[in-house]
């Protein structure tokens, strides 16, 4: 299982970001999948998941109204949309799909909203 998280970088408050995760090694399309964050000194906190043909979605309140998680089952490839991000975004994100006994993770990608 192989998940890899292009994307992530530096954007001023207010602004967007789009993070990608390409997921391989398993049948993508039967897996729900999420995406988690952490920030320094702070516990992972899971931002949002979708269900394993997208019909369903739930966000930590956090973010709701502001992140969209989408995916694509023919690229194998889950999103994560940020809008109106906040300096308390901060974080590193990981892409998280329930494989095996214990799950697995993606690298992570950091995300920094400063101006």
């Known amino acids: 299982v192989q998940l890899v998280e292009p994307g992530g970088g530096l954007v001023q408050p207010g602004g967007s970001l789009r993070l990608s995760c390409v997921a391989s090694g398993f049948t993508f399309s039967r897996y729900a999948m999420s995406w988690y964050r952490q920030a320094p000194g702070k516990e992972r906190e899971r931002v949002a998941t979708?269900?394993?043909?997208?019909?369903?979605?739930n966000y930590a309140n956090s973010v709701k109204g502001r992140f969209t998680i989408s995916r694509d089952n023919a690229k194998n490839t889950v999103y994560l949309q940020m809008n109106s991000l906040k300096p308390e975004d901060t974080a590193v994100y990981h892409c998280?799909?329930?494989?095996?006994?214990?799950?697995?993770w993606g690298q992570g990608t950091q995300v920094t909203v400063s101006s």
């Open positions: 979708i269900s394993s043909v997208g019909g369903t979605t």
């Open positions: 998280y799909a329930p494989t095996g006994a214990f799950g697995s």
